[in-house]
């Protein structure tokens, strides 16, 4: 199975930016829908982003629109969360999931219920 591992996260300034990366140790990921999804301290983990599997349709939440953007890299197994104009509200903890189901070309999916095979999560705080 695949064993996620998010990246990139760290301390920035509101407006600054970041780049998170998200990778497998076990199974290639590279057939997999990926999203990304954070929880804020107190909140429920909450949906960001998902690329699918062949990298042709990325989707974001309102809120980061214009200022996120979700990339893959399938030749590196690797997918990515580009963050731009952060701010404050963006703090949490982020992680990547993979669609539990392979080669899935429905409707991306936007619920934690659809994805599996977290990471440890990556800390961005956003301070102003």
């Known amino acids: 199975q695949a064993q996620l591992e998010e990246s990139g996260g760290g301390l920035v300034q509101a407006g600054g930016s970041l780049r998170l990366s998200c990778t497998s140790s076990?199974?290639?990921?590279?057939?997999?829908?990926m999203a990304w999804f954070r929880q804020a301290p107190g909140k429920e983990r909450e949906f960001v982003g998902v690329i699918d599997w062949n990298g042709d349709i990325p989707y974001l939440r309102d809120s980061v629109k214009g200022r996120f953007t979700i990339s893959r890299d399938n030749a590196k197994d690797t997918v990515y969360l580009q963050m731009n104009s952060l701010k404050v509200e963006d703090t949490a903890t982020y992680y990547c999931?993979?669609?539990?189901?392979?080669?899935?070309?429905?409707?991306?999916?936007?619920?934690?219920?659809?994805?599996?095979?977290w990471g440890q999560g990556t800390q961005v705080t956003v301070f102003s």
């Open positions: 076990g199974r290639s990921i590279r057939i997999y829908n």
């Open positions: 999931g993979a669609d539990r189901e392979p080669l899935y070309t429905g409707r991306l999916h936007d619920s934690i219920r659809d994805y599996e095979y």
